[in-house]
Structures are given as C-alpha cells and as structure tokens.
C-alpha cells in the first residue's frame, strides 16, 4: 500500500490523466487534490494576469481533458474560463490565452457547453491581436457549426449566431468584421448557412469601412460558381476520408509520423491502385480500397454532371437598392483600379441577372471603352452583361456607337476588331432593337475580310440575327428561312411573346388514345366559334372516316396544330427527368439545325447537343472569354512540322561554303580528313589538349578573330 501511495506521488499530470480516463472513482482523490492546486494558483494568477504562467496552462488542460469524468464537480468550470478570458483578454499572456480557448474547445466537444455562449465568446476574440488565435477560432467555429448542422438544421442556434454576427458587421473592429465574413462564406460554401438572411448579410458587408472585408464580399459575389462548387464539399470530404484510410492501411510500414495528414495521401485511381499493388494483399485492403473507388467514382460523377446552382445573387432582398448603393461607391473614386474594377462587374451581373435599371452605370462604361485602355475586355464584357431587352435601345446606342467607332475600324488591328464585334454581338443577343438596320448592313461586310478572326466575329453577328431579326439583313445574309426563326420573329421595344402552351412539350410523343382528347378538340372548336369562325371550319372529331380526317387536318393551321399536340402531350406527361430531358434535348437540336440552314444531318446534330448543353448550363451569364474569341490557325504538331520541313528541303542544295572547294572532284586536305577521325584517335593531340586547356578569355578572343576573318571572306 505504501509503495502505491509513493509511485502516486511520483505521477506526473498526463500520466495522472490517462489513469482517471480509464477508472474515474479510484483517482477522485488525486483529481480533487489538483483542483484544488489549480484554485489556488487562479487567486494567485488574478492579481498578475499579464504575467506568463506554464503551471496555469498545464493545469487548465489537465482538467479540461477529464471534465468529462467528474461533471458534478466541475459544473462551474467552463463558465470560470470563460469570465477569465473576457476579462483579460487583452492583458493575458498569448500561450495562456491560446491554451484557455483550446481548453474550451475540448469542453465543447464533450459537449459539456453551450455551443452559443462559447461562439459568441469566440467572435468577439476576433479582436485580439493573435493570428494563430484567429485561425484557431476560425476553424473551430466552421466545424461546430457543421456539426450541429449535421443531421438536421438547427435553427435556433443558427438564428441567435446569424443575430450576433450581425451586430459583430456593425461594430466596425476590421479583424472581427474581415473574419466573420469569412465565416460566413465558408459556411455558405458548405450549404449550412445558404438562406437569404446569409446572404444579405455580406451585402452588408460590401459596404463595410474595412477594405479587406468589402473585397472578400464583392469576391462572393462575383465567384458565385465556385462557390456552389464547394456545395459537394461534404462528399468530396467522404471520398478523400475513404481514400485515406485506404492509405493509411497500406503505407503505415514506411509513412510513419506523417500518416496523420491527410494532405501527403494521393486521392487518385492511379495512386490507389498503384499502392495496392506494390503492398501486401489482404481482404481487409481490397474491400477498402472498392471502397475508394466507389466513392471517387462516385464523387467524380458528381462534379462532372453540371447543373445551373441556385445563385447567391437570387436571394438578395432588394437588388436594386444594392446596385444603386454599389454604384454610389464606384463614383466615389477612392479605391484602386482592381477594386473599382470587381465593383462594376458586381453591378453588371445584379443588372443583367435582375433586368435592374441603372442607366446612369453605362455612361460610366463608355469612357473606359478604348482599346489601349487597361483591362478594356472586362468593360466590353461588363457592358454585354448589363444589357437586356427592357432598356430602352437609345439608352444603349451610344455605348454600341462608341464600341464601332473605336474598335471596328481598319486603323486597328484584327484582333481589336475581332473583339470589338464579339463585344456589339453578345450586347446585341441581349437587346435586339439597340441595332439599326444602316450600322449592321456596315458590319456583315467584315464576312469577306481576309483576317479569320474579323471573318468569324462578322459571320457570327450574321447568323444571330438570322434567328433574332432577318429583315434588318441584306437579302443574300438572310440565308435559308427555319421555321425556328418563323417562330421567334422580331419583337418590338419591351414586347413579350406568350405561348398558348408549355413550351417544349409538342416534341414528347403523344399516344394515339388519349383520354381527354374529346374535350380538346371541342374546347379548340368552341374557342375558334367564340372568335366568329363558323362551324365548318371547326376541328371535327374523327366519326367520319379518313377521307374527312384528311380534309380538316388542311385547313388546321400550324399553330394550332402545335398548340393541340402540345395540350395532348402535356395531358400525358409525367414528372420523369427523361421527359424533361428529351424537350431539351430537343430545343437545342432544332437551335443547331437553324444555326447549320438545315444541311447538317441530324445524327451529327446529337453529337454537338451534349456540348451545346453543357455551355448553356455552365454560362448562365456572358464570360469575359465570349469576348475573347480569336480565330487563329492551329498549331501544327510534330508530324505536319516534319512534312513541312522535308517539303522545303527539295530542289534546295547542301549548307555548304562555295568557295571552299573549286572542283568536287578534287581530293580532301588532311584538315579536311581530321575532321573525320573519331575523337578517341586525335584526343591526345598537342592542337587538342592546348584547346581544352584555353581559358575563358582565349576562347573569347579566338571567337573574335575567326568571327572577323569570316566577315572578310564573305567580302
């Protein structure tokens, strides 16, 4: 019994830590007794908090490690902690501090605290002036809230952080403002906080006296899609944690202390079956690691299938105010370029995206549309994005005025005029009426420059506005007429065209007995009667044989044959995503088709949908490389290099000096024959051995003296 009260004593902290976790009861006694040690050392402590303190740090962590085990005793811990630390905050020393916050988070992943009172602490340690403290609190906060948010939404914590992080963008402190935005975007990247109320927070935050913080908000914004991207973060962390428990099991052997990071894994096939063959094969490894692929499979389909995300820029509560305010900021003036910069794509994309009305923002534009202005294809861009069918087209003439005048002109060069129409292109796909008539009969006569890129830009403007407008263009631009383009038509200054039915369901199958028809067809009837036709003229129904089906399918005309299919067929259609993924697919085959005039057969037409596709679903706006576009000739590859090569060495004589030898016949010099020898025979030469032993500055004046008798001779 003395001998285990003597090695008791002897026990140091950590070793006293392991014995309570395994048997709480048998230790109460040693634990009360450094408690109480602890107690005294915090009297002790108030009196000198700035002071350094490694036995206060040691005991802290000691405790914190097993609150878990005497929870009655240690009730009025954490909250101890907590008034120490925002008492003196800003007196304590940086490890305490540290090492008082990591003692926090241990407690709340016992879950022994509040998850609200212990964030809110941390918020407002976002204030101190410890980097290494701030990415501790960072990364603490982003993961407790995943967690509470893991099996379902907790709204009422989310609520009452959403409420303090609020008042924390209004205090003004710049750290604390520029991480909890960070927080913010972090956490809307993993779809915890991705709700309005989010969202109009770093709107906020956008107009923040803290650079750092508005430029992180307006990047938000401005990046939506790889935001959205982060959205599979969660299974991306899944097949990665796969893998690398793959890998863990495989490279213990070799890895050692670096198998608790996962950043030294590979996450690839190639890497996983690599180190399955290069390691010892177990059932417990080949089940793991079908595992990993699975997951990888899975995880790459997943990123692979794009679809057009919810955007941040929908749940904004009133855009227009917010470009406005935006707008008020980019005057001002007081920023950098790049930032002045970031702002106006920010209000191009709220304009395009809403069809907001800022008419004040293109006068803006027009005076950075210069070609040897810095960062010209952003505004060209930033000009096509803002633009839409609801601006009244004298708004939008001079900026397209500016853009011909100064870009598409013979005085530049192809590339610049290249740009110039790809910008008056993708502006004139948002707001058709912009263009007269006289100014794009001017720009179709690019088609025949002899510069591919002008060529291809003129012919694109071309074919838009065969499907937008073809009255506008020359009669021999007008091409083929689709029946597409019959549909769409020209529309007037804010006109809107409605459909009689859904759009798209007239291309689904439609079965022969489909109940209802009947009361179609008598609906069509009714309504064609209400409208002053007479009976006669009435869809009949089919009682009276072919020969009176074939009459009255004459006189249906062809939009009411449409609007009939498309009835019949929505009557029939069902919620499957096949459905909804036919009517797409053949939207956009009939798009190529008119683009093609109908002379592209229609199985090369379905291997071009898949591409058409996917631009449309990754482009929700227009890219600054739509501009961009320049036609150039392909690069060649090794072989056609080597053709090309060959094909100028014929008919060509050898690379040789003329006046060297008078007759070919003749025989060769033994300078000549020297030159022949392998270097193994004339290496121990004396004129070989003073010519490696040459130092720099003989080998200089050697090349002189043979550069300058080269020059005589050619004389």
Request: hydrophobic share 35%.
């Amino acid at each position: 019994m003395g001998r285990r009260n003597k090695t008791q004593e002897n026990l140091t902290l950590l070793q006293l830590q392991n014995y309570i976790k395994r048997d709480p009861g048998s230790y109460r006694d040693e634990f009360t007794q450094q408690y109480r040690y602890y107690q005294s050392n915090l009297k002790i402590f108030q009196l000198q908090p700035s002071q350094p303190s490694k036995t206060m740090i040691e005991l802290i962590m000691f405790i914190s490690q097993v609150a878990h085990c005497y929870p009655e005793d240690l009730d009025t811990f954490p909250q101890e902690l907590i008034d120490l630390i925002r008492q003196y905050q800003d007196v304590l020393d940086t490890d305490l501090r540290l090492a008082i916050c990591r003692a926090l988070i241990l407690i709340r992943n016992k879950n022994l605290l509040s998850p609200t009172s212990l964030l809110e602490l941390f918020f407002e340690l976002f204030r101190c002036k410890d980097k290494l403290l701030r990415k501790t609190l960072y990364n603490h906060i982003v993961a407790d809230i995943s967690n509470i948010n893991l099996k379902h939404k907790n709204n009422k914590v989310n609520k009452a952080l959403q409420g303090f992080m609020y008042k924390v963008l209004c205090d003004g402190d710049a750290l604390a403002t520029r991480y909890s935005v960070e927080v913010m975007i972090e956490l809307y990247k993993k779809s915890i906080w991705n709700d309005s109320k989010t969202v109009n927070a770093i709107v906020l935050a956008c107009f923040s006296n803290v650079a750092k913080a508005r430029v992180i908000a307006v990047k938000f914004f401005l990046g939506t899609d790889d935001i959205e991207d982060g959205s599979d973060s969660d299974d991306s962390d899944d097949a990665v944690s796969i893998c690398n428990l793959y890998l863990r099991i495989s490279y213990d052997h070799y890895l050692g202390e670096r198998q608790n990071s996962l950043r030294y894994y590979p996450t690839k096939m190639k890497g996983l079956l690599v180190s399955h063959n290069v390691s010892k094969k177990t059932k417990k490894k080949k089940k793991t690691l079908e595992k990993a692929l699975a997951a990888l499979k899975k995880h790459k389909k997943k990123r692979s299938a794009k679809s057009s995300s919810f955007s941040a820029l929908y749940l904004i509560n009133d855009p227009q105010a917010f470009a406005e305010k935006l707008y008020k900021e980019l005057e001002k003036a007081g920023d950098k370029f790049e930032i002045r910069i970031m702002i106006a794509d920010l209000i191009s994309r709220l304009v395009g995206l809403h069809q907001l009305f800022l008419f004040n923002f293109y006068p803006y534009l027009q005076r950075y549309l210069q070609p040897h202005q810095q960062e010209v294809t952003k505004f060209l861009t930033f000009v096509a994005r803002s633009s839409h069918d609801l601006i009244p087209p004298e708004t939008l003439e001079p900026v397209l005025r500016t853009i011909v005048n100064n870009f598409v002109t013979e005085r530049n060069s192809s590339e610049v005029m290249a740009v110039g129409l790809n910008a008056v292109r993708e502006m004139c796909a948002k707001c058709p009426n912009v263009m007269t008539e006289e100014l794009l009969q001017d720009l179709t006569q690019y088609k025949s420059s002899k510069n591919k890129s002008v060529l291809m830009a003129a012919r694109s403007l071309i074919q838009l506005y065969r499907y937008i407008n073809p009255s506008l263009l020359r009669k021999k631009d007008r091409g083929k007429p689709m029946e597409l383009s019959k549909e769409v038509g020209p529309l007037a200054f804010s006109e809107v065209k409605a459909a009689g039915h859904v759009p798209g369901t007239e291309f689904l199958e439609v079965s022969e007995n489909v109940d209802g028809e009947e009361e179609i067809d008598s609906a069509i009837a009714y309504v064609d009667s209400d409208e002053g036709t007479s009976d006669d003229d009435a869809i009949s129904l089919n009682s009276e044989g072919e020969d009176d089906d074939a009459s009255s399918s004459e006189e249906i005309p062809a939009e009411r044959k449409t609007d009939k299919r498309a009835e019949k067929a929505r009557r029939t259609m069902s919620t499957d995503s096949d459905q909804f993924d036919k009517i797409r697919t053949e939207k956009v085959l009939r798009e190529l088709d008119m683009r093609t005039g109908g002379k592209m057969k229609r199985k090369h037409l379905e291997t071009m949908v898949d591409n058409e596709m996917e631009k449309e679903l990754s482009k929700p706006i227009i890219s600054q490389d739509d501009i961009e576009i320049i036609h150039k000739k392909a690069r060649h590859d090794r072989e056609s290099r080597l053709a090309t090569v060959k094909e100028g060495r014929e008919g060509r004589g050898k690379f040789t000096n003329e006046k060297y030898r008078m007759n070919e016949f003749a025989s060769t010099s033994h300078k000549e024959k020297r030159k022949g020898k392998s270097f193994m025979m004339v290496r121990q030469a004396k004129g070989v051995q003073r010519k490696i032993k040459r130092s720099f500055r003989q080998k200089q004046l050697a090349l002189r003296d043979s550069m300058l008798k080269r020059r005589k001779s050619k004389r």
